[in-house]
């Protein structure tokens, strides 16, 4: 399957890009979309997931584990 992000979704990624500078980004394809994760230090950090129609979807704020 090939995704093709839409003007605004390229947008998002920049914004992540900027506010996690030095993190690592991963896209996941997914047969609706894609899901973009954020990881520092070998944890995840943010997720926003992209769908096939231009939607974008972001996380929820992660709490750190104890």
Do not use: C, K, Y
């Not at 394809?29 to 974008?56: K, N, Y």
């Amino acid at each position: 399957m090939s995704v093709e992000l839409t003007p605004h979704q390229a947008r998002v990624i920049g914004r992540l890009r900027t506010r996690h500078r030095g993190a690592e980004l991963r896209a996941h394809e997914r047969p609706w979309g894609v899901i973009v994760e954020v990881r520092r230090r070998g944890r995840t950090v943010s997720l926003t997931a992209f769908d096939g129609d231009g939607g974008v979807r972001a996380d929820a704020p992660l709490r750190s584990a104890a």
